[in-house]
């Protein structure tokens, strides 16, 4: 590795900002820790943010959730292939650096939620926790707002479901179980390699994939249902490895297992494709090339119906191996329908009620 990549981060720079003429861009010339699970080089620095309203509900019929909470915009994580990034231009920011460097920290986001729970005109529906962001990244161990969103979900009885590559969600086991006992959540655990070479340089600051399926398993020994994602595929580079992570997903308590393709739409492209030629050049162009292959010829894809799943050969070479090994590994799969008929319009007198 090159001695000025930036370790303990994804992107290597901050991308133009589509909505902003003057750029600015940071110094990188700095001591880099060198470690298996390194802080990163570039600091990061939180903003808070107080949005009127905390409930979205995207207009797409690609996405399974209708309404979803994001207690933070912009991760830590850094995986280089985040479809969030771009969202981070909004604030001001870059979809680089600024996106895993820069986060805003939504404080009042559980006040929120209960005000939304309290209307008059507020319907029960599964509230989807990380529609956009890790709900459970490195900032959630300081702020501790999922805990947060989580204990109104339980005193209003409202069902949520949560998607997160972090074991930092073990810290809410306690609730989660509450939540199960009413058939009120369900979890998904994002595993994209088994590779933990790849893990580390895809997704610097995220736990091992052996650590993901510990948190399966023990989310599933609590009666807690879970799912894994193996998400998002990216032909050339990961695609090879679906069958085992169903596998061994299936053998720590796995009840279901999904994907998607990977998409690297508005200022994610350039950003991965310096990435993987830093990092892969031997395998780069087969890479990309096999990206463009299943979205249309491009790196990007904004067309509803095709640009989760791909199109193309190697879109359904992926999606027979993923049908295949989903039949084999968990041939009963399938998440139980989150029960809405047990929400109450009050606050119960005690959390654990």
Known sequence: MRNDYLKGRGAQFNAPNRFQ???????????????????PSIKTQFYEENPKQIVSRPNSPDIGFVASVNPYMGCEHGCIYCYARNSHEYWGFSAGL?????????????????????????????????????????AERHFKLTRALLEQCLIYRNPV??????????????????????????????????????????????????????????????????????APIIPGLTDQEIPKLIEAAAKHGAIWAGYTIVRLNGAIGPLFEDWIRKNYPDRAEKVLNQIRDCHGGQLNDSRFGTRMSGEGKYAEQIRQLHHIALQKYIPNHGFPKLDTTRFLRKRQLTLFS
Do not use: W
């Not at 750029?23 to 802080?39: S, Y």
């Not at 805003?104 to 509230?127: D, G, T």
């Not at 199960?180 to 736990?207: C, F, G, H, K, Y």
């Open 21 to 39: 003429a003057l750029q600015i861009e940071p110094d990188p010339e700095q001591d880099v820790p060198d470690d298996d699970f390194p802080e």
């Open 98 to 138: 600024d996106f895993e460097s820069k986060i805003m920290v939504k404080k009042n986001a559980p006040a929120l939620l209960e005000k939304e729970f309290l209307s008059k005109n507020y319907q029960p529906e599964v509230i989807h926790l990380s529609g956009n962001t890790d709900c459970y990244q490195p």
């Open 161 to 230: 479901s949560i998607i997160t590559k972090n074991a930092l969600i073990l810290r809410d086991k306690d609730i989660l179980q509450l939540l199960a006992a009413q058939n009120l959540v369900m979890v998904l655990i994002t595993i994209t390699s088994l590779d933990d070479q790849l893990r580390q340089a895809m997704e610097p600051r995220t736990v091992t994939a052996r650590r993901r399926l510990q948190v399966i398993a023990e989310l599933s020994k609590a009666g807690i249902p879970v799912g894994v994602m193996t």
